[in-house]
């Protein structure tokens, strides 16, 4: 009779790889921000996450999958599905003040800010497929889930719209202004009056769009 193991073989996905998984990613994204994409070398990126340079491959591939997982990840834990889940018991201007208030912030912060710089800089230096996975994962993701929002509040007739896309793409320009530009520019002196006007912005930039499509009753 064959003998059982006392103990199970580790497989792959055991606490150890997603320990390593998260640090690389940790470690991506901020050399990425730092010396834009074409500037980070996977060496760098293994030395800095404490890990070989085989054990970075393992886990992503090539650099090109590893941005692409850089910004999902990054888009996935601060703007996750959760944030487009349409309430039809919800006031849909509740709803849209809400997911106005983060984009907002969440494309005005520092960090934000450094990545766009990073593609600008890939871009320039003729690489512009970087900033096409940056857009793929980031705002497209982003105007899709909001689209499916919308046109779940216009079948319930809570908004009259008949172009959801048009509408997403109107609403995101509402609420972000010149706001990012600004702080991209080096033009945000004041980090608190910054903070207040972005969430003013977003603030007005709903009620205009509710003017809009908003049902009257």
């Not at 984009?103 to 990545?115: F, I, Q, R, Y």
């Amino acid at each position: 009779m064959n003998s059982i193991p006392l103990t199970k073989p580790h497989g792959p996905g055991r606490p150890k790889d997603m320990e390593k998984r998260a640090a690389i990613l940790d470690a991506a994204k901020a050399l990425f921000i730092r010396n834009a994409f074409a500037g980070t070398s996977m060496d760098a990126i293994a030395a800095e996450a404490g890990v070989s340079k085989l054990t970075v491959y393992s886990h992503f591939g090539d650099k090109d999958n590893l941005f692409r997982e850089v910004i999902r990840a990054r888009v996935q834990d601060l703007l996750p599905e959760e944030t487009y889940q349409y309430d039809p018991s919800a006031d849909i201007g509740d709803t849209l003040h809400r997911i106005a208030q983060i984009h907002a912030h969440l494309d005005c912060n520092p960090e934000t800010v450094g990545t766009f710089r990073a593609i600008l800089s890939d871009c320039r230096q003729g690489n512009p497929r970087y900033g096409k996975l940056m857009w793929e994962e980031g705002p497209m993701r982003s105007r899709a889930l909001l689209e499916r929002l919308m046109q779940q509040a216009a079948d319930a007739g809570k908004l009259d719209i008949t172009d959801v896309t048009r509408a997403a793409i109107q609403f995101i320009s509402l609420i972000k202004g010149d706001m990012m530009m600004r702080h991209m520019f080096g033009c945000a002196d004041c980090a608190q009056t910054y903070a207040k006007e972005v969430e003013e912005n977003a603030r007005a930039g709903v009620t205009m769009f509710l003017r809009a499509y908003a049902i009257k009753r």
